[in-house]
Nanobody, 127 residues
């Protein structure tokens, strides 16, 4: 099993910044054996869960949704088993519950392709 725990959500004014973190743990999380892709998704009320950004755990390759490119930065601290999402220049449209997710092997932007999910953290951007 792989456990994911998000933190860092909150309320921020438009134009502000937040940093989300996702701690990865579990007896089957062995990135030195199995390549993992880690990702952030978000879900606003009444909407589908949308892809935000992903990173390959071993190599650090990143990919972003067009809506956040240039504003958000995904990163990971390999030794601390922690992934981050630095969010700058936040818009009211960024308001959502943000989820971290993990899948073994190849990358994907589809939430159904991810096996492991955190509980989510609320991000609210006031205009």
């Amino acid at each position: 099993q792989v456990q994911l725990v998000e933190s860092g959500g909150g309320l921020v004014q438009a134009g502000g910044s937040l940093r989300l973190s996702c701690l990865v743990s579990g007896p089957t999380f062995r990135p030195y054996i199995t390549p993992y892709t880690m990702a952030w998704f978000r879900q606003a009320p009444g909407k589908d869960r949308d892809f935000v950004a992903l990173i390959s755990w071993s190599g650090g390759t990143t990919y972003y949704a067009d809506s956040v490119k240039g504003r958000f930065t995904i990163s990971r601290e390999y030794a601390k088993s922690t992934m981050h999402l630095q969010m700058n220049s936040l818009h009211s449209e960024d308001t959502a519950v943000y989820y971290c997710a993990a899948r073994e092997r190849g990358s994907s932007v589809l939430p159904g392709q991810y096996n492991y999910w955190g509980q989510g953290t609320q991000v609210t951007v006031s205009s």
